[in-house]
């Protein structure tokens, strides 16, 4: 699918600030955030819609989506929450046609830059710096998975 963007990002000809990539799975910052740390997290085999997508991809895109979302209340962005999105089919707003699960990171009382944010998308600054935005989350994922280990070390030893 060489016209999909989204392919282009996971094969590296379309430029993107990637968070985290595995075999199956990558996300990175939406290029166009509502809040600071917007992320998109895909499949990296194309699938045009939920009707395409395997659904054993579609479990791991949440679960992955999951992770995000914890990863950012743990991060130095500070999120309280995130609103967990996906837009399946033009009907639904889908403007991308690759499958793309949103992860937006909330912080209590951000209605207003939320709204904001959704009203402007792309023009007000919330992903100035995406090289910092996507360490942040990084130190999220990391700090997730010292908790983790930590966790089941106590099992173990208990
Ligand atoms: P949809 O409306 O399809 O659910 O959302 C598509 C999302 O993809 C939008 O939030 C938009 O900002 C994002 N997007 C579109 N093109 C690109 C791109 O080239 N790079 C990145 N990082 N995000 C993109
Ligand atoms: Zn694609």
């Keep these: 699918m060489s016209a999909c963007i989204f392919c282009g990002i996971v094969a590296g ?3 993107a600030t990637k968070v985290h990539e595995d075999d199956t799975l990558c996300a990175f910052l939406d290029i166009r955030p509502i809040t600071r740390g917007h992320m998109l997290v895909i499949p990296k085999l194309h699938a045009t819609n939920l009707d395409d997508l395997d659904a054993a991809l579609g479990a791991r895109l949440f679960a992955l989506g999951h992770r995000m979302a914890k990863a950012l209340r743990r991060s130095t962005l500070g999120a309280d929450g995130a609103n967990l999105i996906l837009n399946d089919g ?3 707003f889908q403007t991308v046609h ?3 699960l949103h992860v937006v990171p909330r912080h209590t009382g951000d209605i207003r830059s939320f709204a904001t944010g959704m009203l402007f ?3 007000v600054g919330s992903q100035p710096d995406p090289a910092t935005t996507a360490a942040a989350i990084r130190t999220g994922l990391d700090r997730l998975d010292l908790e983790e280990s930590g ?3 106590k099992e ?3």
């Design 13 to 15: 000809t379309a430029p």
């Design 121 to 123: 998308r792309g023009r």
């Design 156 to 158: 173990q030893h208990a």
């Design 151 to 153: 966790a089941k070390d």
């Design 90 to 92: 033009k009907s639904a």
């Design 98 to 100: 690759h499958v793309h």
